[in-house]
Structure formats: C-alpha cells, structure tokens
C-alpha cells in the first residue's frame, strides 16, 4: 500500500491526529493568503497612488491596474444596496469555506490533488471574504486583454487560486475518476501517489 498523504494517528492521540491531518489545507491555505493580501497591500500604496492606478507590463495584454470591486465575480450584485450586499456575499463566502474545510475532512487518505485543489479554494475564498468583511470590497489589479478588442474582468490572487482548484477538482473528479476501475466488490481503489 502506498504511504498516505495524511499520517494516521496514534491510538488515544486524536487530537493531534486531527490537527496533523490538516496541516496541509492549512500550509497551502496560508500561502495563498499571504500572496494574496502582500499582492492586495501593493496594489493599495502603489498602483492606487498612480495617476489612473495602472502600469502597463506587457502592452497590448497585461496590465496592472487598480480597481474596487464591491460585488461578487464579475461584479455581480455591484449595484446592490450595501446593507444587503456586503452580509449576504460574506455570509455566502463564510459557507462556501466551510463547506471547503468539510469537504478536505470528507477528503480519502492519499488524494493529493483534491487536498490541494480545496487548499486553494480555501485560501482564495478566505482571501477576498477577508476584503468583504474589513473593506467593505475587493482589491483587483490584474488586467489581462487583447488590445483594445476584449478584456477579461480585473482579478486577483484569490481569483486565480479559485480558479486553479476548481480546475483541479475538475481534473481529480472527471479526468482521474474515470481510470479509476471498480474492484470485484464495487469499490473504487484510490490512485497511487
């Protein structure tokens, strides 16, 4: 059998099993976090200072520009009355982490891609519900585009980390699921780390 992503604990050591099994989501959530918001505070004394708050890193494609983004993805609900808005998007992202972390517990030993892709979710999630709640909107300054012709709604860390776990879940539930094969008793063996 392979080792496992998530050590098993010790008999009468529950608690620290416990602990020690999400030290991943954990770690994985941090670091987003920390990108996250160092990339939100530079956004906030640099480009927010800049006259039109934007710097220009790849003409025509790439650029850093300043935005506040009172809604949700792609400003949705953005012209809502605040005294609704603000609850209800940090009472939705409140959910949706919890729902992350339940689903991490739920999570088999030795499903590595699904541990990670939720640490991601969780720490993009926390991310901007962090901005929400303190700020009332969330700090945006990348804007990817095709010259003047399209452009991609302005994002940031936490946007990406969200959108690289979902790809993720993706992967590990449609892609993965269907090589694994049913054994003799109907059950799904895990994949090899």
Do not use: C, Q
């Given at each position: 059998m392979a080792p496992s992503a998530f050590p098993e604990p010790a008999a009468g050591a529950a608690p620290a099993g416990a602990l020690r099994r999400f030290w991943p989501l954990a770690a994985l959530t941090a670091a987003v976090l920390a990108l996250d918001h160092g990339t939100k505070w530079w956004a906030l004394a640099v480009l927010r200072a800049r006259p039109?708050?934007?710097?220009?890193?790849?003409?025509?494609?790439?650029?850093?520009?300043?935005?506040e983004?009172?809604?949700?993805?792609?400003?949705?609900?953005?012209?809502?009355?605040?005294?609704i808005r603000r609850p209800l998007l940090v009472t939705v992202s409140s959910?949706?982490?919890?729902?992350?972390?339940?689903?991490?517990?739920?999570?088999?030993?030795?499903?590595?891609?699904?541990?990670?892709?939720?640490?991601?979710?969780l720490g993009g999630a926390v991310g901007n519900l962090i901005d929400r709640a303190?700020?009332?909107?969330?700090?945006?300054?990348?804007?990817?585009?095709?010259?003047?012709?399209?452009?991609?709604?302005?994002?940031?860390?936490?946007?990406?980390?969200?959108?690289?776990?979902?790809?993720?879940?993706?992967?590990?539930?449609?892609?993965r699921g269907r090589n694994r094969a049913p054994v003799a008793d109907g059950s799904v063996?895990?994949?090899?780390?």
């Open positions: 039109g708050g934007r710097i220009v890193v790849i003409p025509g494609l790439l650029d850093w520009l300043y935005a983004n009172t809604g949700a993805a792609w400003s949705l609900l953005d012209g809502a009355a605040d005294w959910a949706a982490s919890i729902l992350i972390v339940w689903m991490y517990a739920k999570t088999e030993r030795g499903m590595r891609l699904r541990a990670a892709a939720l640490g991601l979710l303190f700020r009332g909107y969330v700090v945006d300054f990348v804007r990817a585009h095709w010259w003047d012709r399209a452009s991609w709604p302005i994002f940031n860390v936490a946007d990406v980390a969200i959108f690289l776990g979902v790809a993720a879940l993706f992967v590990e539930t449609f892609v063996p895990l994949p090899a780390p």
